[in-house]
């Protein structure tokens, strides 16, 4: 049986997939082509990332067995509808998650310390300036001690919560399916400490926090706009490492110009993959291109975990 991962797929998922008796093809075929190709080819499986959507027209066009999508989010994906049709729906929830977290965090100390800048000035003006970029960064903030409010408390939201509190942060989160969560931070010595973390309202956590960090799926309405930047604090960090969509953009940019936000990461955006040129070019922004679960470690587990579903279904 054929395997199509359109958007690429680890060398472990493969080569286990190809252990198992399956032909695995890499090539990546343009979305207008997809359905021409998965039927001469006979592929029963497909996989994607975030790049391939499959809607209901390539569902009614194909004889897929599998849709399976590396990663968490499944919005590129007529989930329900496929799931109608007796075609199993798969994905890899747990696999990428400790990755965005740590994308989390890098987008976090960066800009606290100024980095997303003066990597770009240092190349630039280091040789002439150097005393002028000395002080222009030199009025960094640590992360110890501030309070990080979490929105989504899943398995994301939980690993971002991890790394907060071995940072030294107080931790506060709004989930609306959950009312608290135990987490064990595990070390490298095999000792674990504790901690519970109750949720809040959303308007308690948008009011205490210092920075922010969103991990909730893609929604109808934004979960953060103007009215949600007015109840924060004056100064506030913030990084959307979510889905596009999760905070409105434009009001993000008119909060980064007035100053109730100083420092904001973003890794999603609203219209990937052409983001709006105002948000890129506006100052105190740490951009990525949606590159959270791009990690060597998390594609292997992305692959692995993929051709384990994969096995159990088709081989029953």
């Known amino acids: 049986m054929k395997i199509l991962a359109n958007d690429g797929l680890a060398a472990s998922g493969i080569k286990d997939l190809e252990a198992a008796g399956f032909e695995v093809i890499t090539t990546t075929v343009a979305q207008d082509q997809l359905v021409d190709f998965i039927n001469k080819n006979n592929v029963v499986v497909l996989l994607v990332r975030s ?31 496929a799931k109608s049709k007796g075609i199993s729906v798969i994905n890899t929830p747990a696999a990428s998650s400790h990755s965005v977290a740590e994308l989390v965090f890098a987008h976090l100390f960066g800009m606290v310390r100024f980095l997303h ?9 280091g040789d002439t300036k150097f005393k002028a970029l000395k002080k222009a960064y030199a009025k960094g903030r640590e992360l110890q001690g501030k309070t990080i409010g979490v929105f989504g408390f899943g398995r994301i939201g939980q690993e971002t919560a991890k790394i907060a509190l071995g940072v030294g942060m ?13 987490l064990n931070l595990d070390f490298y010595d095999g000792q674990s400490v504790g901690f519970t973390i109750n949720m809040q309202s959303k308007e308690s956590v948008l ?51 007035n100053d109730k936000v ?37 594609q292997d587990r992305i692959g692995l975990e993929l051709a384990s579903q994969i096995k159990s279904i088709l081989n029953k």
């Open 51 to 81: 790049a391939t959507t499959v809607r209901k027209e390539l569902i009614d066009a194909t004889n897929l067995k599998i849709i399976g999508r590396g990663g968490v989010g499944m919005d590129n994906i007529d989930v329900a509808y």
């Open 117 to 125: 800048d003066s990597n770009r000035a240092m190349p630039l003006e």
């Open 170 to 182: 107080k931790v506060i989160a709004f989930d609306p399916f959950l009312d608290k969560v135990n």
């Open 207 to 257: 009011k205490e926090a210092d920075f922010f960090s969103f991990h909730v799926p893609a929604q109808k309405d934004y979960v953060i706009s103007t009215a949600e930047f007015n109840l924060m604090k004056n100064g506030v960090g913030l990084v959307n490492a979510a889905r596009g969509g999760v905070i409105d953009e434009v009001a993000l940019v008119k909060a980064l110009e």
């Open 262 to 298: 100083a420092y904001a990461a973003v890794d999603t955006f609203e219209n990937e993959p052409t983001p709006a040129i105002k948000l890129l070019m506006t100052p105190n922004v740490s951009l990525t291109p949606h590159i959270g679960a791009a990690t060597l470690e998390a």
